[in-house]
Nanobody, 119 residues
Framework: QVQVVESGGGLVQPGGSLRLSCAAS????????MAWYRQAPGKERELVAT???????DLADSVKGRFAISRGSVTNTLYLQMNSLRPEDTAVYYC?????????????WGQGTQVTVSS
């Protein structure tokens, strides 16, 4: 069994910053990639940032220059540093992990953490 847990969401004013954390745990044998997605009310879930096992990262055009994705020193931890936040960044942010575990190779999702950008 693999669990993915996000934390760090909250209410922030426009122009502010937040740092989201994600931890994947359980019977993980190998982690291929981890990523952040978000889903705003009434919209489809969209990819925000990815981090591959080879160190490559990528960001959606809408967040380039403002967000940064990084892996933690602890295995299977992931961060999303969000700066210069805008009201349109308001969404539930989800972390996922594409891993090989005792249950096979699958993508696991966290429950999500709410980010609200408002004055």
């Amino acid at each position: 069994q693999v669990q993915v847990v996000e934390s760090g969401g909250g209410l922030v004013q426009p122009g502010g910053s937040l740092r989201l954390s994600c931890a994947a745990s359980g019977s993980i044998l190998e982690t291929y990639a981890m990523a952040w997605y978000r889903q705003a009310p009434g919209k489809e879930r969209e990819l925000v940032a990815t981090s591959a096992s080879d160190g490559n990262t990528d960001l959606a055009d809408s967040v380039k220059g403002r967000f940064a994705i990084s892996r933690g020193s602890v295995t299977n931890t992931l961060y999303l540093q969000m700066n210069s936040l805008r009201p349109e960044d308001t969404a539930v942010y989800y972390c996922n992990a594409f891993v090989r575990s005792s249950a096979g190779t699958k993508t696991y999702w966290g429950q999500g953490t709410q980010v609200t950008v408002s004055s």
